[in-house]
């Protein structure tokens, strides 16, 4: 069996400490040893600030995405479905609509005399 120790820390440091101890780990030597080895492995101090969380990095991101979805949207709307539409329009078979012609109304009742007729043969009757 190992030997302890003993370590003064201030009464309200030791309190954070066991209480952090028991949430994570079986015993107080383990969480030192945790501790210790993940500076000692990731080669940093306890001093250095080590970026932005993952929370704010995560918000970060998301404001970008919406910004994102917000020019493509626009995209769309002002270039991509006129586009399409101009392109179909072009490319469609349907002959253009026939619209009667205008006339104006002295010219149409001049002709309603009839340019046309039959012969009328009294002998030849049907």
């Known amino acids: 069996m190992d030997s302890f120790i003993t370590i003064r820390f201030k009464r309200k440091t030791a309190k954070r400490f066991q209480e952090f101890s028991k949430r994570h780990f079986k015993t107080h030597t383990e969480a030192m040893e945790a501790i210790l080895d993940f500076f ?7 001093k250095e600030n080590l970026g932005p969380t993952g929370r704010t990095i995560e918000a970060k991101l998301l404001k970008r995405i919406n ?7 626009d ?3 002002t270039q991509t479905k006129p586009t399409v539409a101009m392109l179909q329009s072009l490319f469609e078979m349907d002959e253009p609509k026939k619209k009667p012609l205008i006339v104006e109304k002295k010219f149409a009742e001049e002709n309603k005399e009839v340019k046309f007729q039959e012969k009328r043969n009294n002998q030849n009757q049907l």
């Open 75 to 77: 995209v769309e709307k």
């Open 67 to 73: 910004a994102v979805i917000a020019i493509m949207r």
């Open 40 to 46: 000692f492995y990731n080669e940093i101090s306890p």
